[in-house]
Structure formats: structure tokens, C-alpha cells
């Protein structure tokens, strides 16, 4: 049993990885061979690295390596039923994936003609709202071994991977549309803050949660086995 994407999934994340292929093969083209790319920004948003016109080539290989990495995950997932089962949330999760790479090779193209290369309020909004997706289709990602939080407690517990996946996606939803609208107003060092503290508390209360219900479970099931 395989992982169905919806309709909408594979029309728009169909689209964006069509564009950015299309945009990146006529750059390659149009691009003379001593263009100078940005290929890395830091914290602020300012273009800090930069590479020849093979910079195209480096968000294309990696999407497509990880790609067929995780489509290999996906086939032999020993838990192959339940990714079925959450077939939309993976479909969230390819979106949001796929606007990303779209994003990223689009600031990368649009250095080399010589427009700015600062992100400094797309970043935050880019990846506010990436979370705020992947926080959308955390809860209704069914235990397996590829996608999700795979902690020891988790892959033991399906109670605690429950909870632990309703805590994070809300708290990542929280994380993202705060980030989100710090960056459209133009916070951008708060938005930096809130996204980093976010994420750190949220992967701590993750922890927390799941080793909670694990632990909870666990002492019921000995108390149950030794009635």
C-alpha cells in the first residue's frame, strides 16, 4: 500500500517544481558563465556566500537527492499502512516542501541578474509559514518510521506519538503565524527570536510530552500485569 497524494497536493507542488525547473534552465542559459550567485544569507537576511552560475545546480540536486531518499523511505516503511493513512498530512508536507525549494532557488536566480539579494523579511515569512504548514499536518501524521517525531518513546508508544504530534503541530502553527506576521510588519529581529525560541521550546515540550505518556502508559501496563 503506497502513499496517494490529493489532487491538490500534486497539482501544486507539480507546479512550483515545474516552474523552478523552467526558470532554472533559463537562467543557466541566459546567465553568462561568470555570473556571481548568492547561495547563502545569514541570520539578517544578507547574502553572505556566493558561487559561479553552477549555484543552479545545488538546490535542484539536493531536493532531488532528498526526494528519492525519503521515496525509498516511504516504500519500505514497515508501517507502510499507517503512512497511507496519512496520506493528506505527507501531502501538506510536500507542499510546503516543494514551495520551499521553489523559494529558494528563485532568490538564488534572482542574484544573478543582479536584483537584491536580501532576505531579510522574506526569510521569516517563508519560514513561518513553512512551520505553520508542517504544524497543520503534524497531528494527522500516523506512527511510522520515516516522517514525524521518532523518538524511542514513539516508535514504542502510539499514545505517545499521538500526543506528542498534536503538541508540536500546535505549537509549530503558533510559531509560524507569529513569525509570519512579525516578518509582513517588518520585525524582523523578533521574528528571527520568535521563530528560534519556538522552535527550541517545542522540540523540549515534544521531548517532554512524549516521555510522559510513554511513561504513564508503561507503569499502567506493569500495574495491569502484575494484578
Request: charged share 15%.
Amino acid at each position: 500500500m503506497g502513499v496517494q497524494l490529493n489532487p491538490f497536493a500534486r497539482a501544486v507542488s507539480g507546479v512550483a517544481l515545474a516552474a523552478t525547473a523552467f526558470f532554472t534552465v533559463a537562467a543557466f542559459q541566459t546567465l553568462p558563465a561568470d555570473a556571481v550567485l548568492a547561495i547563502h544569507w545569514n541570520i539578517d537576511g544578507i547574502a553572505d556566500g556566493f558561487a559561479g552560475r553552477e549555484a543552479l545546480l545545488i538546490v535542484p540536486m539536493t531536493a532531488a537527492l532528498v526526494g528519492g531518499l525519503l521515496w525509498l523511505a516511504l516504500r519500505y516503511d514497515p508501517k507502510r499502512a499507517n503512512l497511507a493513512r496519512s496520506s493528506e498530512a505527507i501531502g501538506n508536507v510536500v507542499v510546503a516542501l516543494s514551495l520551499l525549494v521553489a523559494v529558494v532557488q528563485s532568490a538564488i536566480i534572482n542574484s544573478g541578474f543582479g536584483e537584491s539579494a536580501r532576505l531579510d523579511r522574506a526569510i521569516p515569512v517563508v519560514a513561518g509559514t513553512l512551520f505553520a504548514i508542517l504544524g497543520y499536518a503534524m497531528p494527522h501524521i500516523r506512527q511510522n518510521y520515516t516522517i514525524g517525531v521518532r523518538l524511542p518513546w514513539t516508535i514504542e508508544s502510539e499514545a505517545a506519538w499521538d500526543a506528542s504530534h498534536r503538541f508540536i503541530g500546535g505549537a509549530w502553527i503558533l510559531t509560524g503565524v507569529t513569525t509570519t506576521i512579525l516578518g509582513i510588519l517588518a520585525f524582523i529581529e523578533l521574528a528571527v527570536v520568535t521563530l528560534l525560541l519556538g522552535l527550541a521550546l517545542s522540540v523540549a515540550g515534544t521531548i517532554f510530552v512524549a516521555y510522559r505518556v510513554w511513561s504513564r502508559q508503561s507503569a499502567s501496563t506493569r500495574t495491569s500485569r502484575r494484578r
